[in-house]
């Protein structure tokens, strides 16, 4: 009953895990915004066109859900962009660009929603951070740093806004069959000129279970941390990397 009219907000709901978290909290009885720049694949009355990375669109839109719903209870910063280049191979532009969408948008989404939940004396938000919060990779060196960031602004939030009964924890994917995925081998194939297929291979390889991971699984450990069975669990960062890192 905990979901039952419960107001969530997810940005970049439209596909991936986004849509996974929300398709599952649906299913539990919450009411699910998403805020997205791109259209779901199906009409839906909750879907609002929203730059993650931008602040007046992302408060507006805060505002307006708050305005009609008076409350939101729970909020997933889910948006988020990769880009599969060293730090010499990334231009002015595409730095610009994944940290407006990965770090700045969950910080100005962070700012909107606080002062709601803080009002109401309760919240739960989770941020979308990655394996990249734990280790290195190549070719990362943006993304990296934006997931290093995020978990660094999960901490922080969850001590100053514990005393408010306000929860704030970072889900840590690793290898997720996903639109994100998809475009980041084509940029790795692109650059390498390996086949795609051995690269979808070698990539289930590397995870010591043995195979990649599905949105919905993630989203499944999403819904635990928002929900009241974590109710002890704030400023953490939740690996969901089928054991990547934790070789």
Not at 25 to 49: C, H, M, W
Request: some cysteine.
């Amino acid at each position: 009953m905990q979901w039952q009219k419960k107001i969530t907000v997810i940005t970049g709901a439209s596909s991936g895990i986004g849509k996974a978290t929300l398709e599952l909290l649906r299913a539990e009885g919450s009411i699910v915004y998403n805020l997205d720049k791109q259209l779901p694949t199906a009409a839906d009355p909750y879907f609002i066109p929203c730059d993650a990375g931008n602040k007046i669109e992302i408060t507006n839109t805060i505002r307006s859900i708050y305005e009609k719903e008076k409350g939101i209870d729970f909020v997933f910063a889910n948006a988020g962009m990769h880009l599969f280049a060293t730090l010499e191979e990334t231009s002015d532009a595409q730095l610009e660009t994944l940290v407006a969408t990965n770090l700045l948008g969950p910080f100005y989404l962070l700012q909107a929603v606080i002062p709601i939940m803080k009002q109401q004396q309760k919240g739960s938000i989770v941020l979308m951070g990655s394996d990249q919060a734990f280790v290195g990779k190549g070719s990362s060196a943006v993304y990296g740093m934006t997931k290093g960031a995020i978990s660094q602004l999960t901490k922080s939030t969850a001590i100053d806004y514990a005393p408010f009964n306000i929860r704030v924890n970072c889900i840590c994917p690793g290898t997720i069959q996903s639109p994100l995925l998809d475009r980041a081998v084509q940029q790795f194939v692109a650059k390498s000129g390996e086949a795609t297929e051995a690269v979808y291979t070698a990539l289930g390889k590397a995870q010591p279970i043995g195979r990649i991971g599905q949105p919905e699984e993630i989203a499944k450990a999403v819904r635990f941390l928002l929900s009241d069975d974590s109710s002890f669990t704030t400023g953490s960062l939740f690996a969901a990397d089928g054991g990547y890192t934790c070789q």
